[in-house]
């Protein structure tokens, strides 16, 4: 399982029931937290993301409608008993932040934080890694050091194509040998594993660009994402304004996705002067038509409806692993 929560999609300011910036990245057993604006604790309780499932939290930068809800949020799983580490990666300053509030506030946390503090970059660097997926941080261009991130999930298994082992006559207990490649001889006849493992599932891949002024040269960084998440602060209308506070347009975010040729677009960080978001709909739609709003609460899946081939379909009707 491959999929982003919203849990705020407001710039600045909480808006028309739109809370701050805050995402969940879910895979696999892992769930990570993007932002983390004020509220954000509140939020993961009302869609049942359970705190103590954080593994890590990313920063993209210290502007507060991204990080204020980080002081309650690390001090609640504290009390809720955590005492395994929790990651932090975010910008350097962060650290020493965290501590002055917690120090100030008499505030003691029963659990340590890793620190992974990041200068400015000019190109993606790897900040974490689980043994699926694989984040890096690359350049956004705001008003203060920003950072998006980028995870990637690595290159799956071959499947197993049961029907052939099977017609085969490989024994069940072979099959995970099979599986991982292995080449034996069975009594008299070698078993070449290759000849029995079909094509791997695709890898899929999320990115997070907020907050940025348009910003092409991070194309490369992005291309071919499975979904990209890119802010949309503005209509082209204010284009002055974006511009001015180094934020985008709609219409910037769609012209991001389709150079980088993601596959789909969520826009989100919408400025607190729009109670309506649909005219941020209709504009990134015109340049990039498979864009949706990131609206909160509610869950995207990162992946592609991909139908393979016959002949690769692995039948999975065995605990095979
Ligand atoms: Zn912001």
């Known amino acids: 399982m491959f999929q982003v929560w919203v849990l705020g999609c407001s710039s600045a300011t909480p808006a028309f029931g739109r809370h701050l910036s805050a995402q969940v990245v879910e895979h696999h057993q892992h769930l990570m937290l993007i932002d983390c604006g004020e509220g954000t604790q509140f939020q993961m309780n009302r869609y049942r993301l359970r705190l103590h499932r ?40 962060i650290k020493q932040w965290l501590e002055s509030t917690f120090s100030a506030s008499y505030s003691t946390l029963l659990y340590p934080i890793i620190y992974t503090e990041l200068e400015p970059v000019d190109s993606p660097q790897q900040v974490y890694e689980t043994s699926h997926l694989v984040v890096e941080c690359f350049p956004l261009y705001h008003r203060v050091p920003c950072f998006g991130y980028r995870f990637a999930e690595k290159p799956k298994k071959r499947k197993l ?36 493992l079909g094509a791997p599932d695709p ?30 602060t503005f209509l082209s209308t204010l284009q002055n304004n974006a511009t001015a506070t180094a934020h985008s347009t709609a219409a910037e975010a769609a012209q991001m996705a389709l ?28 340049i990039f038509p498979a864009t949706e709003l990131a609206m909160e609460g509610k869950c995207y899946a990162i992946a592609l409806n991909i139908t393979s081939e016959p002949e690769d379909q692995a039948i999975t009707d065995l605990p095979i692993d």
């Open 54 to 93: 954080l593994d890590v939290v990313f920063v993209s930068h210290m502007h507060g409608d991204h990080v204020f809800g980080l002081p309650g949020l690390l001090t609640s799983l504290s009390m809720l008993g955590r005492n395994k580490p929790l990651h932090l990666v975010g910008p350097v300053g």
């Open 203 to 232: 890898s899929f891949s999320y990115a997070y660009c907020s907050d940025t002024r348009y910003a092409p040269e991070i194309v490369p960084f992005i291309t071919d994402t499975t979904l990209l998440y890119h802010e949309a």
């Open 161 to 196: 194509m049961i029907h052939l082992v099977r017609q085969a006559n490989i024994p069940k207990e072979y099959f995970h040998l099979v599986k991982q490649g292995h080449s034996f001889y069975l009594e008299d006849n070698w078993i070449d594993a290759q000849q029995f």
């Open 259 to 286: 150079q980088a040729n993601v596959a789909q677009l969520l826009i989100g960080h919408f400025s607190a002067r729009y109670p309506d978001l649909k005219a941020h709909l209709a504009e990134a739609q015109q």
